[in-house]
């Protein structure tokens, strides 16, 4: 598939642009009246520890009842309180329960702590429906095959469990625990942390170019500027990964494609807000851009600590001698 990329970028900026200012995010009363400190390169200052842990009880996609609808505000608060009530009140019932190795209990999840924000009905803001665009054929066919051969190899297990990359969206969607997001600005560029992994985004700022598409990344090629109040990052030079965690892709996870782009906006709406979209384009496996929306709350309570993934990253080793002894076992089965 032959992409244009300069009107494709065009076109993708755009569409996340009136996502953002069809949401009434560029221009809120808070940010007329109160405008941030500037830094000698010119970029207002962002830096510090940003959570979205609020979000996480927005669900990803918009429920049928609102379908061709808007919801109240008092509908969108009765939803996400709702949701967030039950997750809290779940009653842990221990591994011997559970139909897998079990889980968490509910205190060790950044939501349990945090009050939910009732902020949308939904995460996803384009497409008007609110849903997910469809994978193509080609995705589906690797989603397949992720669930099947995931523990074949190292190789081809999900990339953030192989401590490489959450990918863009592993690292900037809500998520159970370390939502916390580290901002730091230098002359010319901006910095995010992240816990998970120990991951830290660079973003040139007002950089130029991007690099040969020949040389890719993980989590692409950013390059980012100012318009006003709001950051706006484009990331190019995607590199194909089989088996990566995204949005709504269930088991098997998704494929991240080469020819993906990505942006994202920042934008200020007061001293303690920062409303975050994130919209994505990957013609071989959506078959149309989509956009997230949602906001980040300043927290300069929250700590980080180091995430040595590496480190007793036990379940690499399990999963994958598990998966030997099951071979083994069906084998021996198999030849009496």
Same mark, same amino acid.
Request: charged residues 20%; negative net charge.
């Given at each position: ?11 993708? *900026? ?9 949401? #009434? ?51 969108? =608060? ?7 009530? @039950?997750?809290?009140?779940?009653? $842990? ?17 950044? $939501? ?14 384009? /497409?008007?429906? #609110? *849903? ?6 080609? @995705?589906? =066919? ?34 159970? &625990? ?15 942390? !992240? ?43 995607? *590199?194909?990964? %089989? ?5 709504? !892709?269930?088991? #098997? ?32 496996? &959506?078959?149309? /851009? ?7 709350? @300043?927290?300069?309570? +929250?700590?980080? +600590? ?8 036990? @379940?690499?080793?399990?999963?994958? !001698? ?6 083994? %076992?069906?084998?021996?089965? #198999?030849? *009496?």
């Amino acid at each position: 598939m032959q992409i244009d990329s300069a009107k494709s970028c065009k076109a993708l *900026r755009e569409t996340a642009l009136a996502a953002v200012m069809m949401l #009434g995010l560029a221009a809120s009363s808070n940010a007329q009246e109160w405008q941030p400190e500037i830094l000698s390169d010119g970029q207002p200052n962002i830096t510090g520890m940003w959570n979205n842990v609020g979000a996480t009880a927005t669900p990803l996609e918009l429920s049928d009842e609102f379908q061709g609808r808007v919801p109240t505000q008092a509908e969108v =608060a009765e939803l996400i309180a709702g949701r967030d009530e @039950a997750r809290k009140n779940a009653v $842990w019932t221990g591994f011997e329960n559970s139909g897998g190795v079990g889980a968490y209990e509910n205190y060790w999840f950044d $939501w349990y702590w945090s009050d939910a924000q009732a902020d949308a009905p939904a995460l996803i803001v384009d /497409p008007p429906s #609110g *849903r997910r665009p469809a994978f193509t054929e080609a @995705a589906r =066919a690797q989603i397949r095959f992720n669930v099947e051969h995931e523990h074949d190899s190292a190789a081809t297990v999900e990339s953030g469990d192989r401590c490489l990359s959450r990918g863009v969206f592993g690292m900037m969607m809500p998520t159970a &625990y370390n939502n916390g997001k580290l901002i730091i600005q230098s002359p010319g560029y901006v910095m995010i942390h !992240s816990e998970m992994i120990h991951n830290a985004r660079i973003i040139p700022i007002d950089a130029g170019a991007h690099v040969s598409e020949k040389i890719k990344f993980w989590e692409g090629d950013p390059r980012g500027h100012w318009e006003g109040n709001t950051l706006i990052i484009e990331s190019t030079n995607f *590199r194909h990964v %089989g088996n990566m965690r995204a949005p709504g !892709s269930g088991a #098997g996870n998704a494929v991240q494609n080469e020819g993906r782009r990505m942006i994202e906006t920042f934008t200020i709406e007061d001293e303690d807000t920062l409303r975050y979209t994130l919209t994505v384009e990957d013609p071989l496996t &959506y078959e149309a /851009p989509w956009t997230v929306a949602f906001p980040y709350e @300043a927290d300069n309570d +929250y700590k980080q +600590y180091e995430y040595a993934c590496h480190e007793g990253n036990y @379940a690499m080793d399990n999963r994958l !001698s598990g998966a030997r002894v099951a071979e083994q %076992g069906l084998a021996e089965t #198999g030849s *009496r």
